[in-house]
Nanobody
Framework: QVELVESGGGSVQAGGSLRLSCAAS????????MGWFRQAPGKEREGVAG????????YYEDSVKGRFTISRDNAKNTLYLQMNSLKSEDTAMYYC?????????????????WGQGTQVTVSS
């Protein structure tokens, strides 16, 4: 049974940092492309960052470049998102997602498995 469980969300003031984690189980993690998405109230879900199977390639949405870092630990089947210099517009529910190789697309519809999400709230 595939499971993705996010953690690490919370409330923080603008300029602060959070580190999200996503624990994966039930599939061969090393052969899956991973991504972080977010959805704010009234808005569509959008891709934030993506990473290839061994971390060779990463992708970032323009608004988070230079502030967020995606990484993965294949020994622990865990995905991370380090978020620095947080802004109020980063407030959203954050989801991790997975899809099998090849890692050629970062679109929402590409991903097969999703976690339940973790809330990030940034106050200005």
């Amino acid at each position: 049974q595939v499971e993705l469980v996010e953690s690490g969300g919370g409330s923080v003031q603008a300029g602060g940092s959070l580190r999200l984690s996503c624990a994966a189980s039930g599939f061969n993690y090393n052969t899956y492309c991973m991504g972080w998405f977010r959805q704010a109230p009234g808005k569509e879900r959008e891709g934030v960052a993506g990473i290839s199977t061994f971390g060779t390639y990463t992708y970032y949405e323009d608004s988070v470049k230079g502030r967020f870092t995606i990484s993965r630990d294949n020994a622990k089947n865990t995905l991370y998102l380090q978020m620095n210099s947080l802004k109020s517009e980063d407030t959203a529910m954050y989801y991790c997602a997975a899809h099998p190789v090849p890692c050629v697309s970062t679109g929402v519809t590409t991903f097969d498995y999703w976690g339940q999400g973790t809330q990030v709230t940034v106050s200005s």
